[in-house]
């Protein structure tokens, strides 16, 4: 639900892995050494990325989270800033509090709610869409409280019902950043050091040379190049986390940009699980379906959110969530939201995101039925050679009667016309 970005478990230990064994530089072999079992690999391995073959490698994922270890846990909270908004603490699933921005967010005193900081954009936005179709595609909303002298937004935790789900954060739309944000950016571009710390973390070679001799960077620059390098620009959404059942995370995809990459990240996620894909993609169906007759959907801007996908390996679910940036468009104004951003045009590309993500689900169903198909025609290949092997080896030792072994004669014939002689 709410404001940044929300991570996701990969593969629980009860659920199959449908994938033949890839070659070591192909992009299904980065997610099934970061997916598979559950397990999210704490090697050197993935604290770069790394070409391999047109698609990256997942980078900088943080390590295990030990949940008995108060250090670890510490570390742990400070890394996941920004990632996971809303989830409380669930001794039963094992999950722990993880905070968007430092202080959003509060746990309620029922567990099936979740208090995050108010924001007068997103109290306007959850009151809009309470009458609106798109109710069922977001967190049931009620109302502010106050909770230490602060106010919070009283919200459903979509996780309650969940069985240790796993959780993905997808950011939707071509751009993060409100076009007012850029113009306010521009008129006083003061050089931000912490950003352009940011931005040599992943590149030291982006700055430009006076740049790198101020040790800053404007935040217009900042921004524009964030969306940039990730499939924010290619696809119209971006990966912004992904929180395992057992406590593991992947929460730095910034520049997981290419469909191939994206895909295989989402197929881990989805433990290639046909019956988790299906739901998923059914659900993704019925935004679009219901984002064609919301009134709320035409006349809003919709920045910064995102998509939250839900599943336990039985029951899967997908909830739009964050709206801290959503504003009523201008009198005048209109938009499409399936075009690209160009400015003044305040389109956001939520479409754009959205039928990339529905059209990845479809392929990765395919995948995964084919997939089965195949392992289905393998085992059954396999039983056959084996019975006949056995009936052979029955044969050969002169136990069978005559009719039998006629019967026999006849079935081999059946499966190898040739030896027939016809």
């Not at 026999?408 to 016309?417: D, F, G, L, Q, R």
């Amino acid at each position: 639900m709410l404001h940044s970005a929300m991570p996701s478990c990969l593969v629980s230990e009860n659920n199959n892995w449908l994938m033949d064994t890839p070659s070591p530089s192909s992009p299904e072999m980065v997610v099934s050494e970061l997916f598979i079992d559950g397990l999210c690999a704490e090697s050197d391995f993935y604290k770069d990325l790394i070409k391999i073959e047109g698609s990256a490698k997942v980078a900088d994922c943080e390590s295990s989270l030990d949940v008995n270890a108060k250090s670890s846990g510490k570390k742990r909270w400070q890394a996941l800033k920004g990632i996971m908004p809303f989830l409380e603490s669930y001794k039963k699933q094992k999950w722990v509090q993880l905070a968007g921005h430092q202080g959003s967010f509060e746990q309620c005193a029922e567990e099936s709610l979740v208090l995050k900081r108010f924001c007068q954009l997103e109290h306007a936005a959850f009151t809009k869409l309470f009458n609106d179709p798109l109710r069922a595609f977001v967190p049931k909303y009620h109302g502010m409280t106050t909770k230490g002298g602060n106010q919070y937004g009283e919200l459903e935790n979509l996780l309650h019902g969940f069985n240790s789900p796993s959780v993905m954060d997808c950011k939707i739309g071509v751009r993060t950043y409100l076009e007012e944000e850029l113009c306010k950016a521009e008129k006083c571009p003061t050089p931000r050091k912490d950003m352009y710390e940011k931005m040599v973390k992943i590149d030291p070679s982006e700055p430009t040379e006076e740049e790198h001799k101020m040790g800053a960077v404007s935040k217009p620059r900042y921004m524009q190049w964030r969306e940039d390098i990730s499939s924010t620009s290619t696809m119209g959404f971006r990966i912004e986390g992904i929180k395992c059942s057992d406590g593991k995370s992947c929460i730095n995809f910034k520049t997981s940009k290419d469909k191939l990459t994206i895909k295989t990240i989402i197929s881990g996620f989805l433990s290639n699980n046909v019956h988790i894909v299906k739901q998923c993609l059914h659900r993704l169906r019925q935004l679009r379906t219901t984002l064609e007759v919301s009134p709320f959907f035409a006349s809003h801007e919709i920045i910064g959110s995102s998509l939250l996908f839900i599943h336990d390996g039985v029951k899967a679910g997908v909830w739009m969530i964050d709206f801290g940036k959503t504003t009523p468009l201008k009198e005048g104004i209109s938009i499409t939201h399936n075009i690209p951003w160009q400015r003044g045009n305040h389109e956001d590309g939520y479409l754009i995101g959205l039928e990339n993500l529905i059209t990845l689900l479809q392929t990765i169903l395919e995948e995964c039925i084919e997939r089965c198909d195949s392992a289905i025609q393998q085992q059954a290949t396999r039983k056959s050679t084996n019975s006949n092997l056995s009936l052979s080896s029955t044969l050969s030792n002169g136990n069978l009667s005559t009719d039998q072994q006629s019967l026999v004669t006849i079935k081999s014939n059946e499966s190898n016309p040739l030896s027939t002689g016809h």
